[in-house]
Antibody
Framework: QVQLVQSGSELKKPGASVKVSCKAS????????MNWVRQAPGQGLEWMGW????????TYAQGFRGRFVFSLDTSVSTAYLQISSLEGEDTAVYYC??????????????WGQGTLVTVSS | DIQMTQSPSSLSASVGDRVTITCRAS??????LHWFQQKPGKAPKVLIY???TLQSGVPSRFSGSGSGTDFTLTISSLQPEDFATYYC?????????FGQGTKVEIK
């Protein structure tokens, strides 16, 4: 069965960095792109971008260019989200989600459980 | 960027009610529209993809319709486990924007 298991909650100080992992199992990792989605406390879902798990090429939404980096380690079927120079506004739950394509459309069919990143001094 | 606007933002309904949620895109997205359900403290779960295709394992009381700019999610008979927040998302173009969500609460 398909599973995406994310790393645990993080508490970081402003200016620090954090790296969130998303380990995939139950399917061929390189067959499906991986997306990242942010949800600030009490807020809606915000699409951050995605990474091509074949080429490693990332695509970032406008508000996530610069401090946010998507990466992969295909040898362990894991995607990573690294955020540098953390700010209070980065406090959120971060989700990885698999991109599934069928019949000409692609959608997010499996999601990780989410990783809470709290930025506080 | 394509803006996705859901209405209403919240609604109160009773078990057994028929519930309809609307999602409007700021430009045509053909049928590249998907619906998600999220319960508190949990990851979103896809209900409907490509506007009207029921995801495997999702109860048949959920249905979706629409194309172009206007879409609806309908719950034919609301069940206790359906109280949640619902989001639409377009994958027609990047960024793959979500609607702001519709919270379905118990009346």
């Amino acid at each position: 069965q398909v599973q995406l298991v994310q790393s645990g909650s993080e508490l970081k100080k402003p200016g620090a960095s954090v790296k969130v992992s998303c380990k995939a199992s139950g399917y061929t990792f390189t067959s499906h792109a991986m997306n990242w989605v942010r949800q600030a406390p009490g807020q809606g879902l915000e699409w951050m971008g995605w990474i091509n798990t074949n080429s490693g090429n990332p695509t970032y939404a406008q508000g996530f260019r610069g401090r946010f980096v998507f990466s992969l380690d295909t040898s362990v079927s894991t995607a990573y989200l690294q955020i540098s120079s953390l700010e209070g506004e980065d406090t959120a739950v971060y989700y990885c989600a698999r991109y599934y394509c069928s019949g000409g459309t692609c959608f997010l069919d499996y999601w990780g459980q989410g990783t809470l990143v709290t930025v506080s001094s | 960027d394509i803006q996705m606007t859901q209405s209403p933002s919240s609604l109160s309904a009773s078990v057994g009610d028929r519930v309809t949620i609307t999602c409007r895109a700021s430009q045509s997205i053909s049928g590249y529209l998907h619906w998600f359900q999220q319960k508190p403290g949990k990851a979103p779960k896809v209900l409907i993809y490509a506007a009207s295709t029921l995801q495997s394992g999702v109860p048949s009381r959920f249905s979706g319709s629409g194309s172009g700019t206007d879409f609806t999610l309908t719950i034919s008979s609301l069940q206790p486990e359906d109280f949640a927040t619902y989001y639409c998302q377009q994958t027609y173009s990047s960024p793959r924007t979500f609607g702001q969500g519709t919270k379905v609460e118990i009346k």
